[in-house]
Nanobody, 121 residues
Framework: QVQLVESGGGLVQPGGSLRLSCAAS????????MGWYRRAPGKRRDLVAGISSGGSTNYADSVKGRFTISRDNAKNTVYLQMNSLKPEETAVYYC???????????????WGQGTQVTVSS
């Protein structure tokens, strides 16, 4: 079974930084787009940043200039470097990947279990 496992969340003070990682494992033939989403308490899950297999990136307006998404295709891993964090960015952060599985046609969407990021003094 394909799994996405996030790491790197935690408690950070306002203005601080965190780096999230998400590693995909299992019967993976190829990964297309990968991305990070977040869900704050009482709100919907929103896109934070996305990256294509070729490295093209897109960001939510609220994080442009502060967050950087990157990926290591050899490791099937996506990263999110978050700088100048704000209290309102406290949320559960989820990674997402569009995966082509070995022995199966088509692309399938997979999600990680989420990692908590708390920005507070």
């Amino acid at each position: 079974q394909v799994q996405l496992v996030e790491s790197g969340g935690g408690l950070v003070q306002p203005g601080g930084s965190l780096r999230l990682s998400c590693a995909a494992s299992g019967p993976i033939l190829s990964i297309n787009a990968m991305g990070w989403y977040r869900r704050a308490p009482g709100k919907r899950r929103d896109l934070v940043a996305g990256i294509s297999s070729g490295g093209s990136t897109n960001y939510a307006d609220s994080v442009k200039g502060r967050f950087t998404i990157s990926r290591d295709n050899a490791k099937n891993t996506v990263y999110l470097q978050m700088n100048s964090l704000k209290p309102e960015e406290t949320a559960v952060y989820y990674c997402n990947a569009e995966v082509q599985r070995v022995g199966m046609s088509g692309w399938y969407d997979y999600w990680g279990q989420g990692t908590q990021v708390t920005v507070s003094s």
